[in-house]
T-cell receptor
Framework: DTAVSQTPKYLVTQMGNDKSIKCEQNLGHDTMYWYKQDSKKFLKIMFSYNNKELIINETVPNRFSPKSPDKAHLNLHINSLELGDSAVYFC??????????FGSGTRLTVV | GENVEQHPSTLSVQEGDSAVIKCTYSDSASNYFPWYKQELGKRPQLIIDIRSNVGEKKDQRIAVTLNKTAKHFSLHITETQPEDSAVYFC???????????FGPGTRLSVLP
């Protein structure tokens, strides 16, 4: 069983569209995250979500919104997609003092 | 907030040689320092970590050292092999395992 799963793996869409990326973890972890990895491979945190507490990186545009229906899921919704949103988006989860487990990533291409 | 720097950005070594990647961090409250390896087209995977109460940790060919006073930590890979070629990320966590701040990554190439 995959510990942290993301869907879809690839997403190609036009500018202005709204899209969602889903993430599920079966590790029982308390905290989930979304990271954006740009073309230069920088990993930047977008959101973390722990026990209904959402911490937002202030640099993230409000077109991006996380939604967590339960502890095992943290989905990412993106409105009005822009060319600069093209990147690989990684979901991750963690528990207390242990490191992250990353999902396999979603490559988003906005055309 | 925490800021993590990482050097070098690229590193090429001959197979069998050692590789060293260094990171510095700014927040003295950080107490957990993991290292991740990301192969091309794949997810980052944890390879080793160290906590602030330890100065060195080793796992087979990889080791990490931490100097809390100077706020820097390093990854050492000995007897490098072609499969060690990847991008390596260091990270620092001020919340004991959560909300990592990653360094910008080091692209390691091991030449046969």
């Amino acid at each position: 069983d995959t510990a942290v799963s993301q869907t879809p793996k690839y997403l190609v869409t036009q500018m202005g569209n709204d899209k969602s990326i889903k993430c599920e973890q079966n590790l029982g972890h308390d905290t989930m995250y979304w990271y954006k990895q740009d073309s230069k491979k920088f990993l930047k945190i977008m959101f973390s979500y722990n026990n209904k507490e959402l911490i937002i990186n202030e640099t993230v545009p409000n077109r991006f919104s996380p939604k967590s229906p339960d502890k095992a899921h943290l989905n990412l919704h993106i409105n009005s997609l822009e060319l600069g949103d093209s990147a690989v988006y990684f979901c991750a989860s963690s528990q207390a003092t242990y490191g992250y487990t990353f999902g396999s990533g979603t490559r988003l291409t906005v055309v | 907030g925490e800021n993590v720097e990482q050097h070098p950005s690229t590193l090429s070594v001959q197979e069998g040689d050692s590789a060293v990647i260094k990171c510095t961090y700014s927040d003295s409250a950080s107490n957990y320092f993991p290292w991740y390896k990301q192969e091309l087209g794949k997810r980052p995977q944890l390879i080793i970590d160290i906590r602030s109460n330890v100065g060195e940790k080793k796992d087979q060919r990889i080791a990490v050292t931490l100097n809390k006073t100077a706020k820097h930590f390093s990854l050492h890979i000995t007897e490098t092999q072609p499969e060690d070629s990847a991008v390596y990320f260091c990270a620092a966590s001020p919340l004991n395992g959560q909300n990592f701040v990653f360094g910008p990554g080091t692209r390691l190439s091991v030449l046969p």
